[in-house]
Every structure is written in structure tokens, then in C-alpha cells.
């Protein structure tokens, strides 16, 4: 069984649908689950409708919106499906009822419960379209398998009570081969709550079905030709990363790669599944690859780089030093706000760190200024280099301010003004 992951810019339309269609023929012969993301831009809509509605503004218009061009979708992939017509109605209705509802006064958990449609939507469109093309699947709701804890908008998954929601699933479906469509980025809690795994935790839904079923492979279709050493839009003369490690591919994850969700590779990991990374565009594409062979891991340098962030130092107020005490109730603050350090340095007598600058990052500020000195650089790049030499660094930091400097034998990063 080979599990199949799309994103949303790979169904933002009919043609897209229709495309989804294409890739998936030629695996006639495999059991295959489809994993389906928002279509297009939805998971935005949804958002702007999520805060309206928290803050009491009206949402008809942006709902009617994303009713109407999800059902004109659907005409056009499939026309002659009444029922999948009637299903996707419902679900809007469901929404439109959740909206006349007073909000439950926590913000995630609505959050949760209202972006869910999208994927829910989408994976509609597609199971339709691919009956109407002769390709039989069942639709699943995600959340009927994936079990996970109340951590809305970034929800742990309970790894034991999915599997044993999983192990009936392959046989419950009909038809030989088996194909399920489902939905990336959702799960439900023991109470049957919607919660969602983060935003771009499609492929995370990917490896989790992998994991639970046990999967041959897991391909991620992309707009894109595969994993490369940097960002093709900003940098013309990148190299594609045709065979890396899962060690190599966390790594890279964890600093900011943006082809791979960072919690995607571990479950694949420990259970020696392969993954892909392919061109919905040009299948002839060799793509990238990620299993435990890490021969190539140096063999070309990556650099990633991460625009808008600030560099945050942190000073005691009595001039003490910067102790375990100190770090232990920073921590606290930024666990308790969800902000997440991407470089720490620490001295005698302050600790600094790297963050996204986001609404969130500048409430932290605020809190941390109320027990030490806080100072600040905004709009910081941070830029680091995996199996870096020289010649990278210098041309990645030429005419730049250097505010912070690391180096282990095999990542150099930079924080840079």
C-alpha cells in the first residue's frame, strides 16, 4: 500500500482536480490512500472567516464565497454525482450552523472546528471526481482514525489508540485494489472534538497513515520537482537533493526547509518507510528521495534563510547572572505563548534568541520586559548552511551585519542584519 499526499495548490481548481486524476492511473494495481489538502487558498478563507467570527463580525459573505466555488468545482469534476452534491451541501450547512452559534470562548478550539472544512471539502470534490473517472475509492474521515489530545491548532497525536482505529481500515474497504481519500491536518479527541495538527500537518496526516498501515512508501505531489539545497525562488543556481537521509531530512526540516513539515520524517523514520517528493507537474521528474541511506547527505551544501525574524536578548535587572532559574522561567513564558526559538545563545549575563516576528513573539516581549531588561532587532534574517564551506558563507553574508555567529562541524548560522 502506497500512501499519496497532495497539497492544496495541487486541487486549487477543476483542472487541478482533474490533474490529481492523471497521477493517479497509473497505480491502478496499488491499495493507495489519498491524502487531501484544502483546496487552494480555503485554509486563508477559513481563517478570515475564524477571526470575524470570534470577534463578532459578520461572515456571510466570505461563507457564501467559499460555497459557491467549492460546489462550481464540483459540478465541473463531477456533474452527474447527486450525492456527493448533497454531501458537500450538508457540510456547509454544518458550518453556516456553527457560525450562528455563539463562539465557545477559546479561540483554537474554534479555530480547529471551523478551518477543518476545508480538507473536508476538498477530499468531497476528489473522491467524487475519481469515481466519475472509473477510479473506485472510499472517502474517510480523518477523524474517525487519527486520536489525538486537546492541543488545538497543533494537536499531539495518540499514536496507540490510532493504531487501533487503523487496523480494521483496509479491511472495511471494498473493492480490490483499495483506495481511501482523506483528509490531511485533522484529527478528533477523545470527546470528538475537531482538532488540527498545525498549519502544513498534511504531510505529517501522510506519514501518519503510513505509520499506522504500515505503508510501502509515502510520495508528497508537489508544484515542484523535488527537494532542493535552497529556495529555487530566491536562488537561481540551486541543486536538486536527489537522495537524502531521514537524519539529513529532519535536520533540514527543523531549520526551515519548506518542502517537508518538520514532524513528518520520525514516524517514517522508525519504521523504515521511504518518502518522495514529486512533480505533479512533469511525472517523468526524477524527484527526491528520503530513507535511511545518508552517502549523499554532504555531498552538496543547503541553506535555508528565514526572513522577518527578531533577535530578542534577555538581561537580569539586578546585573546577576543568567542562570538555570533565570532560563527555566524564561522557557516558561515562551512555552506558555507557543513561540518557538529557532537559535538560543547564552553568556554570563544574558541569553538571546532568534524567533518569528509575529503577533505573538511581540506579546513575549512585553511579558518578558516585565522581570528583565529586554532589547531587540527586528526584520533579522537567519541564515544557516548544512555541510557548508567557505565560499557559501562568505557569498551568503557579503555586505550583511553579522549579529550572531555559530558553527559546528557540519551547520554554520548566522543571524543577519
Known amino acids: 500500500m502506497k500512501v499519496f499526499k497532495f497539497g492544496g495548490a495541487s486541487v486549487r481548481d477543476a483542472e487541478g482536480v482533474r490533474n490529481l486524476a492523471r497521477v493517479v492511473k497509473p497505480y491502478a494495481l496499488d491499495d493507495l490512500v489519498i491524502i487531501v489538502s484544502a483546496m487552494g487558498k480555503t485554509t486563508n478563507a477559513l481563517e478570515a472567516i475564524v477571526w470575524s467570527y470570534c470577534d463578532g463580525r459578520d461572515t456571510k459573505a466570505m461563507f457564501e464565497a467559499l460555497r459557491r466555488d467549492h460546489l462550481a468545482v464540483l459540478a465541473e469534476v463531477a456533474?452527474?454525482?447527486?450525492?456527493?452534491?448533497?454531501?458537500l451541501v450538508l457540510n456547509f450547512d454544518s458550518l453556516r450552523t456553527l457560525l450562528e452559534k455563539p463562539t465557545v470562548g477559546n479561540v483554537d478550539r474554534d479555530y480547529d472546528g471551523i478551518v477543518a472544512f476545508g480538507e473536508v471539502w476538498s477530499t468531497l470534490i476528489v473522491s467524487a471526481h475519481l469515481k466519475a473517472m472509473g477510479i473506485g475509492n472510499a472517502w474517510v474521515d480523518a477523524r474517525t482514525i487519527i486520536r489525538t489530545d486537546e492541543q488545538y491548532r497543533r494537536a499531539g497525536v495518540d499514536w496507540s489508540t490510532s493504531e487501533r482505529r487503523?487496523?480494521?481500515?483496509?479491511?472495511?474497504?471494498?473493492?480490490?485494489?483499495?483506495?481511501i481519500v482523506t483528509q490531511g491536518f485533522i484529527g478528533a479527541s477523545s470527546e470528538g472534538t475537531t482538532t488540527t495538527l498545525g498549519r502544513?500537518?498534511?504531510?505529517?496526516?501522510a506519514a501518519i497513515f503510513a505509520y499506522l498501515l504500515d505503508a510501502e512508501s509515502v510520495t508528497i505531489w508537489k508544484d515542484v520537482p523535488g527537494m532542493f539545497n535552497a529556495d529555487p525562488n530566491r536562488f537561481p543556481d540551486t541543486k536538486l537533493l536527489g537522495h537524502?537521509?531521514?537524519?539529513?531530512?529532519?535536520e533540514l526540516s527543523y531549520f526551515g526547509a519548506s518542502v517537508i513539515h518538520p514532524r513528518t520524517l520520525q514516524p517514517l523514520q522508525k519504521k523504515q518507510i521511504p518518502l518522495y517528493v514529486r512533480s505533479f507537474k512533469d511525472m517523468a521528474a526524477p524527484g527526491s528521495v528520503i530513507d535511511a541511506h545518508s552517502e549523499n547527505d554532504s555531498l552538496i551544501p543547503s541553506f535555508i534563510i528565514k526572513s522577518k525574524q527578531l533577535l530578542i536578548s534577555i538581561t537580569p535587572r539586578d546585573l546577576s547572572f543568567i542562570v538555570e532559574e533565570n532560563l527555566s522561567d524564561i522557557f516558561k513564558l515562551f512555552a506558555k505563548r507557543n513561540v518557538r526559538i529557532d537559535l538560543m545563545?547564552?553568556?554570563a549575563v544574558a541569553f538571546s534568541v532568534v524567533v518569528d516576528d509575529s503577533p505573538r513573539s511581540r506579546e513575549l516581549i512585553d511579558a518578558l520586559g516585565q522581570a528583565y531588561e529586554v532589547r531587540y532587532n527586528e526584520s533579522c534574517e537567519l541564515i544557516t548552511v548544512r555541510h557548508y564551506d567557505e565560499a557559501t558563507l562568505v557569498r551568503l553574508t557579503a555586505n550583511r551585519e553579522?549579529?550572531?555567529?555559530?558553527?559546528s562541524r557540519s551547520t554554520a548560522r548566522f543571524v543577519v542584519h
Do not use: C, H, M, W
Open 79 to 87: 456533474p452527474e454525482d447527486i450525492a456527493a452534491a448533497a454531501e
Open 166 to 179: 487503523a487496523s480494521t481500515l483496509l479491511s472495511e474497504v471494498e473493492g480490490t485494489p483499495k483506495r
Open 200 to 205: 502544513e500537518g498534511s504531510d505529517f496526516s
Open 244 to 250: 537524502i537521509s531521514y537524519r539529513e531530512a529532519i
Open 345 to 347: 545563545q547564552n553568556s
Open 402 to 407: 553579522v549579529l550572531v555567529e555559530q558553527r
